[in-house]
């Protein structure tokens, strides 16, 4: 495989968890579900729920200053900040991304908001990555946003049952060009448009404004149109694609899935996630499972990616693949080079 003529590398990572925790007990007695479903069926033994102050953007901004003081990097250094947070944030019709250039006091850089729901991590490093070698001027890159969609859910709607494992917490990630180490190879994402109008929050947008009887009838809270629907045509296509941006970023890397040393993956059912390991003929102790932090959208897989180097499963010269799964539906992975 012909070689970037620069390589675009990852310095540093941050990661913002708040204290405050929500137990799979706790989410059984809302749900009226039995414990053993949440804890080993949903694999759920607690997440993080944002406490007082813990708002999206401002969750980016501790995580991007993690990143940053990891790196021993000057902010003003930064050319360029790419929000990868939530489009549920502060305020409903904002550019959180400038707000966070702000926070972490890049002065010289310009920013932007991106969006892909669950797999808005995966899109920053596609987009950061083309840009950084499209534009010469951009040499140091931050990708940071936070995610509290934990809110939206209502646990006596059985309809977004799969949802209950949503969480909060802040990611971010610096790359830089040139640098040698932690290579961020190729990446993959497939989207599908059939379906996305199936998980949706009915009010707040201009189909249906809010008012004070969308809010009576609870319509600010996510929700499946078609449950039934939607289930029938995701068996037929979600694995297969998941799948495939896998292999596919792999295959533009120059590299196969039996290469893979560590996957970095997104927080699903137990059942699921043991099955991907299987047909990727990786083990447990391959991934980081992440039981103690649900579902935090795009944050997965840099917390993924922390976990892993933090319990020794990442190794100079590994193969790391993060991969996401979003409503959408969108499908997206990335191939890193550790070390």
């Known amino acids: 495989m012909k070689k970037d003529q620069q390589s675009i590398g990852l310095i540093s990572t941050g990661l913002y968890l708040p204290e405050k ?19 080993k069926k949903m694999g759920i033994v607690e997440k993080p729920i944002p406490g007082e102050g813990d708002h999206p953007c401002e969750m980016g ?13 000057d902010p003003a250094e930064i050319d360029l900040v790419i929000y990868i947070g939530e489009e549920y944030k502060e ?3 904002w550019t959180a991304g400038i ?5 972490v006091g890049a002065v010289n850089a310009w920013a932007f908001d991106t969006a892909l729901r669950c797999g808005t991590a995966v899109l920053g490093f596609k987009l950061a990555k083309s840009l950084m070698l499209a534009d010469h001027s951009l040499h140091t890159v931050l990708l940071a946003g936070g995610y509290r969609n934990v809110d939206l859910v209502n646990y006596q709607n059985p309809r977004t049952r ?10 971010a990630v610096l790359l830089r060009k040139g640098w040698n180490r932690n290579e961020v190879l190729a990446s993959h994402i497939i989207t599908d448009g059939s379906f ?15 008012s004070a009887e969308t809010v009576r009838k609870g319509l600010h809270s996510l929700d499946v149109c078609d449950p039934q629907g939607m289930k029938e045509r995701l068996e037929k296509k979600s694995l297969h694609n998941f799948f495939q941006v896998i292999r596919q970023s792999l295959q533009k890397s120059g590299l196969s899935e039996r290469d893979i040393d560590y996957l970095g993956i997104l927080h699903m059912k137990r059942s699921a996630h043991d099955a991907i390991l299987h047909e ?5 102790e391959q991934t980081v499972y992440l039981d103690h932090y649900g579902h935090m959208g795009q944050i997965d897989q840099i917390l993924s990616l922390e976990l892993g180097l933090r319990k020794g499963k990442i190794k100079a010269g590994d193969i790391v693949v993060l991969v996401s799964a979003g409503i959408g539906y969108a499908w997206g992975a990335t191939t890193i080079r550790w070390g």
């Open 162 to 171: 799969f949802l209950f494992n949503l969480s909060a917490g802040g990611g």
């Open 61 to 73: 901004v501790r995580a991007a200053k993690q990143a940053i003081e990891r790196a021993g990097v």
């Open 280 to 284: 990727l003929g990786l083990s447990r």
């Open 21 to 39: 925790r929500m137990t799979g007990r706790e989410i059984a007695q809302a749900a009226g579900l039995p414990l053993d479903v949440v804890e």
């Open 196 to 210: 996305s109008e199936d998980v949706i929050v009915p009010a707040g947008g201009t189909k249906l404004p809010a």
């Open 91 to 93: 305020y409903p019709v």
């Open 99 to 103: 707000k966070l250039q702000q926070g």
